[in-house]
């Protein structure tokens, strides 16, 4: 059993969503040349929260996460990025220094948020094979392996969430 310890960078870099919309847009459209651009552009204390942060939502019809999943909400930048933008996107957010291991308000690092991608959006389970395949490529293995053994508030790692994802959307 693995015990769930709260993210320290989870109240850094907060993202209001009026001033950091049209980073959440392009996430969301996986306009990567927009993104590309834009991490050219700033410094590096904002590309970090940039690539880091976390958005915070004032109507919750702003919040995403797979359509379907209506109590799965991913705040993260990273989060987001990985639930709905391209292969190009991730890459570009590595590129530029994203920390893979980031975690969301719930615990759930990219890997959780892969399995709930896939249950909640079953058009996207090969999408997210896909996303999953290219982290594989682009990060160290022991940042992957890092990631298998991190625990949400459930307590659960990515691939206990996958075994039990049916018994946990009460979340």
Not at 20 to 43: C, E, G, H, P
Request: hydrophobic content about 35%; proline content about 4%.
């Amino acid at each position: 059993m693995c015990q769930f310890t709260n993210s320290p960078t989870y109240e850094k870099n907060r993202l209001p969503i009026q001033q950091y919309k049209f980073w959440l847009q392009a996430i969301r459209n996986s306009d990567n040349d927009f993104i590309k651009d834009t991490l050219k552009s700033v410094t590096e204390a904002e590309k970090i929260k940039l690539l880091d942060g976390n958005f915070e939502f004032e109507d919750s019809s702003l919040e995403n996460g797979p359509p379907s999943a209506k109590k799965v909400v991913f705040t993260r930048a990273w989060s987001i990025a990985v639930s709905c933008s391209s292969k190009d996107v991730i890459t570009t957010f590595v590129k530029y220094g994203v920390t893979p291991q980031t975690l969301d308000n719930k615990g759930n690092n990219a890997l959780h948020v892969l399995v709930y991608t896939a249950y909640f959006n079953h058009e996207k389970e090969e999408i997210a094979q896909g996303i999953y395949a290219t982290l594989l490529d682009l990060l160290p293995g022991k940042v992957i392996v890092q990631m298998l053994e991190m625990c949400n508030e459930m307590e659960l790692k990515p691939l206990e969430l996958a075994g039990t994802v049916e018994s946990t959307v009460h979340i």
